[in-house]
């Protein structure tokens, strides 16, 4: 069975630093592109960083940008977002994701279950 567990959230305050970890099992991870996804209350889930298989190539939200680092090490099943200079608009449940990459025909997803991130003074 595959989960996909995020770790890491917390209340901080605004410049704070937090950084988040998503541990894999049950699939191959290093054949899956993984992302951070993050829902604020009362807000559509949005798209905050991905990286691909081997980590050669990374994208932000341009919010995020200059702030976050996304990053995965493959001998660990793991993936971590470094969160820096956080904004209190920054605050919400984080999800890891992961999906099979292009070109793949058939496409794969899976998500982890969340962590709370909440900035405030």
């Known amino acids: 069975q595959v989960h996909l567990v995020e770790s890491g959230g917390g209340l901080v305050q605004p410049g704070g630093s937090l950084r988040l970890s998503c541990a894999a099992s049950?699939?191959?991870?290093?054949?899956?592109?993984m992302s951070w996804y993050r829902q604020g209350p009362g807000k559509e889930r949005e798209l905050v960083a991905t990286?691909?298989?081997?980590?050669?190539?990374?994208s932000y939200l341009d919010s995020v940008k200059g702030r976050f680092t996304i990053s995965r090490d493959n001998t660990k099943n793991t993936l971590y977002l470094q969160m820096n200079n956080l904004k209190p608009e920054d605050t919400a449940v984080y999800y890891c994701?992961?999906?099979?990459?292009?070109?793949?025909?058939?496409?794969?997803?899976?998500w982890g279950q969340g962590t709370q991130v909440t900035v405030s003074s």
């Open positions: 990286i691909t298989t081997t980590g050669g190539s990374t």
């Open positions: 049950g699939y191959t991870f290093s054949n899956y592109d």
């Open positions: 994701n992961a999906k099979t990459p292009p070109p793949s025909v058939i496409r794969y997803t899976y």
